[in-house]
């Protein structure tokens, strides 16, 4: 069974219109990341919650809003995407710190057109 | 997170063992070491962790150097579904260890 599902699996937006992106866990972990992942990259960390507190990376655009209204959801906001925002969006959860490890999602695929 | 080396690409036969390094010279005493592979198309998934003594499970071996400064993700029989993107990540059990960064990673190809 599927324990951390994102959707949709593939979504195409146009330019500068806005589009969600959004994650579940069954797994009721306290962590969780939403990645974006460019071709033949690897994937790069946007984002973070641990619980409610958020924690945003220093070179993620403002572009990019994250929320996460309880501990099972949590969604990638894009407020106007641009050609190069078209990537694989992946979400993870990880129940705690560094010694537990992290579930991925199988990733929304966005097409910025 | 600690800054992690791994070679970009790495070739091995189906059914032969794969060997697979990574260096992390600058490790701190509260890191742990992840391996996290991705096959083509997927998110990626959890392979094994380890901290200071080596490591195995049903997918692979760890290996972890005294020092700790270097580590060895041990394939025993290579198939045709282990190629994928094979990544080495340190994570901290303190705080920082909310971060799960991801360096450049291994392509492992698999020859039938």
């Known amino acids: 069974d599927a324990m951390v599902i994102q959707n949709p699996r593939y979504q195409v937006t146009q330019f500068g219109k806005p589009v969600t992106l959004s994650c579940s866990q069954t797994l009721n972990h306290n962590v969780m990341y939403w990645y974006q992942q460019k071709s033949s990259q690897a994937p790069k960390l946007l984002f973070h919650?641990?619980?409610?507190?958020?924690?945003n990376e220093a070179d993620t655009p403002d572009n990019f809003q994250s929320r996460r209204p309880n501990t099972s959801f949590c969604f990638l906001d894009i407020r106007s995407p641009g050609l190069g925002d078209t990537a694989m969006y992946l979400c993870a959860t990880s129940r705690d710190r560094g010694q537990t490890e992290a579930f991925f999602g199988q990733g929304t695929r966005l097409t910025v057109v | 997170d600690a800054k992690t080396t791994q070679p970009n690409s790495m070739e091995s036969n189906e059914e032969e063992p794969v060997h697979l390094p990574c260096n992390h010279s600058t490790i701190s005493g509260t890191d742990y070491i992840h391996w996290y592979r991705q096959l083509p198309s997927q998110g990626p998934e959890y392979v094994i962790h380890?901290?200071?003594s080596n490591v195995n499970n049903r997918m692979a071996s760890l290996a972890i150097a005294e020092d700790r400064k270097s580590s060895t993700l041990i394939l025993h029989r290579a198939t045709l579904r282990d190629a994928a993107v094979y990544y080495c990540i340190l994570r901290d059990y303190g705080n920082a260890g909310n971060m799960l960064t991801f360096g450049g990673g291994t392509r492992l190809m698999v020859k039938p």
């Open positions: 380890g901290l200071t």
């Open positions: 919650y641990y619980d409610k507190d958020f924690n």
